[in-house]
Structure formats: structure tokens, C-alpha cells
């Protein structure tokens, strides 16, 4: 539905006729800054935009936000979590970027994305450069719900407990299990 939080989320302005190419790029812009979890190079959004073109030329400018949407949700800056500033190989201890950072913190506190208000601290870079950023931006994450996480995972992947429903254990062995 056009209504539904979600898909107003993604579709940030109306296709109008006229300005369907500034809309498909503001759409664009803003998908693949959540998707990529850092703002998308003027190259990439090209690239999206020259995707848009070709298949909207068959069809509807909805079709080629679907074809471009489909291949930022297949590009390897949405499947992975990149750390580009350290590079592959990397021997020498290096600071994150903002995005590394934000998304490191994010998904180990919360195990999801950055929310907007870290996606917000990242892009101005304060969360790397505000001494009392760090600290705020933790204690704020912490007390949100989503904080739940951190705990829950942390110990079911620890301790193994998902597999204790598939565990059986020998009754000559531990006589006392119940």
C-alpha cells in the first residue's frame, strides 16, 4: 500500500510526471545509503540511474526502480559489511571510517543496521570526531529495546543454546539429566 511506513521509507517522493528522474535518483540516493549503510558515491547512483533508463525504456520508470533497487539488494556493499579503510591484508592498525564505525556499533549492540539518529552522526562524521559522540550514541542504543539483542545472541551463540532441542544425551552416562 502507498500508505505502509515501510514503502514511504524507500519511496521518498511521488513519480510525477516531469520529474520522474529527479525522483528516481532521490529514491535511489536515499535506498542505497541505508542499504549500503554509508552514502552511495555519485558513480554508483549513475550507474543505478543508467540501470532505470535502459528499463524503463521497455516499460515504466517503476520498472527500472525495481531492476535498480533489485541490484543494490545484490550488490556486494549491501550483502557485506565493508571496513574499506583497513583494507584486505592490512597489518597496520587503522581508525574506522564514521560508516564502519556506526555500522560495527549498530549491529553489535542492536544486530541490525544503524538507526537514522547513528546514521545521521555518522554522515556528519561527529560519531568519530565528537569526544562525548561515542559515549551518547551508546548509552541512547542501549536503552532502546533493540539493545536485547546484544544479550540474547551473544549468550545463544556462546553457550550453543539453539542446539539443546537436538542434544540427546546418554542416560549411562549423565543418569541425573532431565
Known amino acids: 500500500p502507498t500508505a505502509d511506513a515501510k514503502r514511504t521509507k524507500v519511496f521518498v517522493c511521488t513519480l510525477a510526471t516531469g520529474a520522474e528522474a529527479t525522483c528516481a535518483r532521490k529514491i535511489l540516493t536515499t535506498f542505497t545509503r541505508r542499504a ?6 555519485t558513480a554508483e547512483i549513475d ?4 540501470l532505470v533508463d535502459k528499463v524503463r525504456a521497455g516499460g515504466t520508470y517503476n ?3 525495481k531492476a535498480a533497487i533489485t541490484a543494490v539488494l545484490l550488490s ?9 579503510s ?5 597489518t597496520d592498525a587503522k581508525p574506522l571510517n564514521p560508516f564502519e564505525l556506526a555500522t560495527r556499533l549498530s549491529y553489535f549492540l542492536w544486530s541490525t543496521m544503524p538507526d537514522d539518529a547513528l546514521a545521521a552522526s555518522a554522515d556528519s ?6 569526544p562525548a559522540e561515542l559515549p551518547a550514541q551508546i548509552e541512547r542504543m542501549l536503552a532502546d529495546p533493540k539493545a536485547s539483542a546484544l544479550t540474547s545472541s551473544f549468550a545463544r551463540q556462546w553457550l550453543s543454546l539453539s542446539k539443546l532441542d537436538v542434544i540427546s544425551f546418554d542416560a549411562k552416562i549423565y543418569p ?3
Open 36 to 41: 549500503f549503510r554509508r552514502p552511495a558515491a
Open 76 to 84: 556486494p556493499h549491501f550483502l557485506y559489511r565493508e571496513e574499506t
Open 47 to 50: 550507474s543505478l540511474m543508467a
Open 125 to 130: 562524521g561527529k560519531v568519530t570526531s565528537d
Open 176 to 178: 541425573k539429566y532431565d
Open 63 to 65: 520498472d527500472g526502480l
Open 86 to 90: 583497513v583494507g584486505v591484508g592490512a
